[in-house]
């Protein structure tokens, strides 16, 4: 049974059209009064109802004296709920270009191209829109779209802390682990912060394109053990183009290292390596449930000691996003990563797949469970090894947070992350598992 004219919750001027009487009739029972099914639809239509119109639609295109206008209507809004919305804004835009006084018409093509980035055209229609005669609901959620479009250009920031500790910050292996009568180094501990800092900046040009800044920096500070404290700052421009469904964008980067050096009689960070290059990136929904991402990445990086390191860098990285509901998401990935330097020894291949699932769980909870593995190859040979060196590596980790806990706008998260690690080299197998808290913030 269908209710397609009962008076649901909502926003805006879709709101403000609604009817509050409510009609109990099946879509099929409906369709054999012809008057009374074009009414509903009608109804439905000026309503922004698409789960009402999506049943209606298929009916009323069999009656013999349809309206095409009615028609080409409702199918822009089966477009736009499909995510086609380059054919949706042109079905809009000829309904519009016969009725240029229908508000809903107008409305829906105006949040159909705000949806697909078409910014300056949108902002034009709701400003046209905001001019009519509307009730104050209707205004209110006019000039909240016209915000949202003026704030597309503003600065995102988010960062994050976290406190770690590591008892083996030096990647050891087992105790007393020996080759060819040489002892391996002993696992040393570590504690201190972890930290992220994300800027980034979105300035719309014309027709869909865009130009992105963006600067990162992170880093770990251990209070023990200072010798082990790195750092990092990449900064990047990329010129792109957006639609609702696909974004893509290339532009160079450049990234700074500075590492302490790992050893006891230095702890304080020193220039490390820098690396230049080019990225691509691109995302794709295929529909409401299923999008993808991909990312290439090509460059140079140059150490400034270790010059036996220098060489090219490549990394591809493909994702899969699953939402199956608003509540619970899957997704599956597979990288590979490539590792050029002068010295053969400690150039590498690496193939990752990895698999992750978010999910909010009543009374607040929400975790989210990721897992990899991953196989890399060296292309020379290390000291005392008589083959060339492989790895296998797995990854587990298990976030948990409460959705209703907050301080200062941060959220806290424990995190369980456990690391294996089996070589073919004795000195490069090794087990870590870490448990700490880490709080975020989108600013």
């Known amino acids: 049974m269908v209710s397609p004219l009962r008076d649901e919750p909502g926003n805006g001027a879709d709101t403000a059209m609604r009817t509050p009487r409510t009609l109990r009739l099946g879509a099929a029972e409906l369709s054999r009064y012809p008057g009374l099914l074009f009414k509903v639809l009608l109804q439905a239509l000026s309503a922004n109802q698409e789960e009402v119109v999506l049943k209606l639609l298929p009916y009323y295109r069999q009656q013999p004296d349809a309206d095409a206008r009615l028609i080409q209507w409702g199918e822009a809004m089966m477009a736009r ?3 086609r919305y380059d054919e949706s804004i042109r079905m809009y835009r000829d309904t519009l270009a016969r009725e240029p006084q229908n508000l809903p018409v107008r409305m829906q093509l105006a949040t159909t191209l705000f949806l697909n980035h078409e910014d300056e055209a949108a902002l034009d229609q709701f400003e046209r829109i905001r001019a009519m005669n509307l009730p104050a609901s209707a205004t209110h959620a006019v000039n909240r779209y016209i915000e949202a479009v003026h704030q597309r250009d503003q600065w995102d920031i988010s960062g994050g802390l976290s406190y770690i500790r590591d008892d083996n910050v030096n990647n050891a292996p087992r105790p007393d682990t020996t080759l060819y009568g040489f002892r391996a180094w002993e696992p040393e501990s570590a504690s201190g912060a972890q930290y992220r800092i994300q800027l980034g900046r979105r300035l719309p040009l014309r027709n869909q394109y865009y130009n992105r800044v963006d600067i990162e920096t992170g880093g770990k500070q251990y209070f023990s053990n200072r010798q082990y404290s790195e750092s990092n700052a990449t900064v990047s421009w990329s010129l792109g183009g957006q639609t609702g469904n696909r974004d893509i964008r290339l532009g160079p980067m450049y990234e700074k290292k500075w590492y302490a050096g790992g050893r006891a009689t230095s702890d304080s960070l020193k220039q490390y390596s820098a690396f230049t290059g080019l990225a691509l990136q691109a995302s794709y929904w295929f529909n409401s449930h299923w999008q993808w991402r991909t990312q290439l990445q090509w460059g140079r990086e140059r150490f400034n000691r270790q010059s036996y390191l220098d060489g090219t860098t490549l990394l591809w990285s493909n994702t899969a ?17 490539r590792k050029g330097a002068r010295d053969k020894a400690h150039a590498f291949h690496l193939w990752n797949a990895r698999a992750g699932w978010g999910q ?8 989210y469970l990721q897992i990899s593995y991953s196989q890399r190859k060296y292309e020379g040979y290390r000291l005392f090894l008589a083959q060339r060196q492989k790895n296998k590596e797995t990854v587990a980790q298990l976030s948990v947070w409460h959705r209703g806990l907050h301080f200062l706008g941060f959220t ?5 992350s456990y690391q294996s690690v089996r070589s073919n080299h004795a000195f490069y197998q090794f087990d870590k598992s870490r448990v700490f808290v880490d709080v975020s913030r989108r600013f």
């Open 360 to 367: 909010d769980w009543p009374l607040g909870i929400s975790t």
């Open 321 to 337: 996003f699953y939402l199956s509901s608003a509540a619970r998401f899957w997704n599956a990935g597979v990288d590979y990563y």
């Open 81 to 83: 709920r499909q995510r």
């Open 412 to 416: 806290p998260r424990l995190t369980f």
